[in-house]
């Protein structure tokens, strides 16, 4: 028999809180208009007016990835919360604790309130169960002892039961019929979903005057990409404490804050954030790169050391935004010389630049790249050292959106699959990055017809590129990458900054001193990382070595351009190669031409004894480099040096020469002249050497004028072209004449 009463009480309760949600459902008695603020309750939905009006309340709040999970079930946890947030909470008492919620935390107070007041009772002894779903049982006496319901309960169910002819004008929710008590018994009491709780607590609160008169609303609709895919409430969300913009992680798998590192250049700070996602190793790594100029780069890497595939998306929110445009880079179609995959540089560019108009008028910008899912590469060698790349396994778009009201939130996608990176950048600013949307396609263009000479593949650590097919290790795909240090410099995104001064090219720069202070660490020089097997088979030289071409142009690089650019010390690495340059005929690594004459090698291995080939262009380069450290520093070693080198070639110019009127890229240790040279760097070099040498000792000219000019004319032969650089440069010394018959380009080739 006291079975009975438990089985009938239960049906009573499942009774009154439906009757309680039929009819408060119909006690809307003002509109109002209104942006739509979860993509999951829009204008249709049953609840959608009592959960707007409870969430104005701040009574009931959803997830910040603008989802409330309404047909989700509600949690002894959401019922403490919302309870407490009416009638007010605890203060923290020690002699409470649940082993299910960190002391001290809202949810410890929340619990406390709730088990104070009768209103939730613990799961067992120290143990709230703050996750649990509550059943209508259990949500029903809450509702009766917070808000002492047990005296009224037959005028609620008098005045609250609609009519037949109320149900039938009934709009946005289901009709619900009662169950057979059979079924009722059958079933057992049935757990309570988010939407059901909001419309039963909103008819409370205005049954108890708390509510004063209900809302109606219309809601703007939703708008969600194609790609979007929203979240299960199974999902972990979470919050890294990036000030400037809300910036958050969503993932199926658990995700736990790790590690936070700051490094500051000087002109330029990283912000790290590291999470551990799972158990068995896996990381997610955010680093935001704060500019001079108040934009920042967003970095994120997904590591993946697990035997199953991860997936962990990086949301961004946006606020008051009247509207917004993605430009697209596909619009211009891709220029590729070869498809054939072990060549080929399988990277594309960048998704495209998201404008916001914000309902102030005001315009911000944001460059979105792609995401790049690689595998690491290393080759370890008998001395210990090592040559490392990646393989590029796959460049896909991973940008997707919803928008609700003026609300968008953004989402980045980031997969790894057993051993596997995945990479992604954008650039975010609170400005324009473009002066105009022709400059935006203007660059697109560009980009497009130049793909393999840009940028793609942007990383915290430096861009990585397609590596030569002469590098190691070489993956059977042949998609190597690696980072090269010339790429990092990035020339042409320094110039187009200098001619229209547009923030994304400015941005880059900034980037670039940052990846080269990241690369070079606490090394005296920039060391290539990644081996050359043409050096391997010629001297049986690895990685690392020093290359004194790249040495030199980063030297130059920073400084050229480090002192507009706020870098700290940009002259030092220009004296720092010239004292390099100047230690290598005491260490051997020349190739002697005269007693008063010799050629620096191309490379310096760091622990290997060999003495490599000298090119022209890197002797020029490296004389050029002394050339300008001595107008700089005044130190005699340096242009004695440079004499010793322009000596050589002087002595040796019929021999560099060769018939056809170009330039032999290269003299051996044997003294043996061969190879194809560049078709346009050497040129632009011997211009800069007349320069230099115009101005420290004329009588030097004579040679070099000489080999402008053969090399000149064999281009024009030849209708190979020239750069804008080589143009300037010949107009500027006055061998215009010269110029080169065919097409201007902008980057040497």
């Known amino acids: 028999m006291q079975l009975e009463v438990m089985k009938v009480r239960k049906w009573n309760t499942a009774l009154v809180l439906t009757a309680l949600l039929l009819f408060f459902s119909i006690q809307s008695v003002s509109a109002q208009t209104t942006d739509v603020k979860y993509i999951d309750v829009p204008n249709h939905h049953w609840a959608k007016n009592e959960i707007m009006q409870l969430d104005e309340m701040k009574v009931i709040t959803g997830n910040f990835d603008m989802q409330f999970h309404p047909e989700t079930p509600l949690t002894k946890g959401q019922v403490a919360v919302s309870l407490s947030k009416i009638f007010g909470s605890e203060l923290l008492d020690k002699s409470y604790g649940f082993s299910d919620i960190t002391w001290g935390s809202d949810k410890g107070r929340f619990a406390l309130t709730a088990v104070k007041n009768g209103w939730i009772q613990p799961s067992s002894p120290g143990y709230f169960g703050f996750d649990e779903p509550v059943t209508k049982t259990e949500l029903w006496e809450a509702f009766n002892t917070a808000f002492k319901l047990e005296k009224d309960i037959g005028k609620v169910l008098s005045t609250s039961w609609p009519s037949s002819s109320d149900r039938a004008t009934l709009q946005n929710i289901p009709v619900y019929t009662f169950p057979q008590i059979e079924e009722f018994l059958h079933y057992g009491d049935s757990i309570v979903s988010r939407a059901y709780f909001s419309k039963a607590l909103h008819g409370i609160l205005v049954k108890t005057n708390r509510i004063k008169q209900s809302k109606h609303y219309t809601l703007s609709a939703p708008v969600e990409s194609d790609t979007y895919i929203t979240s299960v409430p199974e999902t972990y969300l979470g919050n890294v404490p990036f000030s400037t913009h809300p910036l958050y992680l969503r993932s199926e798998e658990a995700f736990e804050y790790k590690d936070f590192t700051q490094t500051n250049y000087g002109f330029s700070r990283d912000s790290t954030y590291t999470y551990a996602v799972g158990n068995e190793g896996a990381e997610i790594k955010l680093t935001v790169r704060d500019l001079p100029n108040k934009d920042v780069f967003v970095f994120s890497e997904l590591t993946n050391p697990t035997e199953t595939s991860i997936t962990v998306e990086v949301l961004q929110k946006e606020q008051n935004i009247a509207r917004f445009d993605l430009f697209r880079y596909d619009r211009y179609p891709l220029m590729r010389e070869n498809t054939d995959l072990a060549d080929a540089d399988m990277t594309t560019y960048p998704t495209g630049v998201l404008r916001f108009i914000k309902t102030d008028g005001t315009v911000e910008e944001r460059m979105i790249g792609q995401a790049y899912q690689s595998k690491q ?357 006055g061998l215009y004449e010269y110029l080169p018959e065919g097409d201007e380009v902008t980057d040497a080739l």
């Not at 053969?710 to 300037?728: D, M, P, V, W």
Request: hydrophobic share 30%; charged share 25%; aromatic share 14%.
């Open 377 to 733: 590469l290393s080759l370890r060698y008998d001395n210990g050292e090592q040559s490392v790349s990646r393989e590029l396994l796959d460049e896909r778009e991973n940008f997707s959106y919803a928008l609700a009201g003026k609300t968008l939130l953004s989402s980045y996608t980031l997969q790894a699959n057993t051993g596997e990176i995945a990479d992604h950048w954008y650039v975010d600013s609170d400005e324009q990055l473009f002066n105009s949307k022709e400059d935006i396609f203007k660059w697109m263009r560009e980009t497009s017809q130049n793909h393999k000479k840009r940028n793609k593949w942007y990383t915290a650590d430096g861009s990585y590129n397609k590596l030569a097919d002469s590098t190691e290790p070489m993956p059977i795909t042949g998609q190597n990458y690696g980072r090269t240090l010339l790429m990092l410099k990035e020339d042409r995104a320094l110039t187009l900054y200098h001619e229209n001064k547009g923030r994304y090219f400015e941005n880059l720069v900034y980037n670039a001193f940052v990846n080269l202070k990241n690369f070079k660490q606490d090394k005296d020089y920039w060391e290539t990382e990644v081996t050359s097997t043409y050096l391997k088979n010629l001297y049986d030289i690895h990685a690392p070595f020093i290359d004194t071409r790249f040495n030199e142009q980063i030297a130059l690089f920073y400084y050229k351009i480090g002192g507009e650019f706020g870098i700290p010390s940009a002259n030092e690495p220009l004296r720092d190669y010239a004292d390099l340059l100047v230690s290598q005929q005491q260490k051997g690594n020349i190739n002697r031409v005269a007693s008063d004459a010799f050629y620096i090698a191309d490379y310096f291995p760091i622990n290997q004894k060999v003495t490599t080939h000298t090119s022209m262009n890197h002797a020029l380069g490296g004389m050029n480099i002394l050339l300008m450290s001595y107008q700089e520093f005044g130190d005699w070693r340096y242009l004695q040096t440079a004499r010793n080198i322009q000596r050589a070639i002087t002595y040796q110019k019929d021999k560099w020469i060769r018939d056809n009127g170009d330039i032999w890229y290269k003299i051996s240790p044997e003294s043996k002249f061969e190879g194809d040279d560049y078709k346009h760097l050497t040129l632009e070099d011997l211009i800069e050497s007349y320069q230099l040498w115009q101005r420290i000792d004329p009588s030097q000219l004579p040679t070099l004028k000489q080999l402008i000019i053969s090399k000149a004319t064999f281009l024009s032969n030849e209708k190979l072209g020239y750069t804008t650089k080589i143009k300037k440069g010949l107009k500027k010394i």
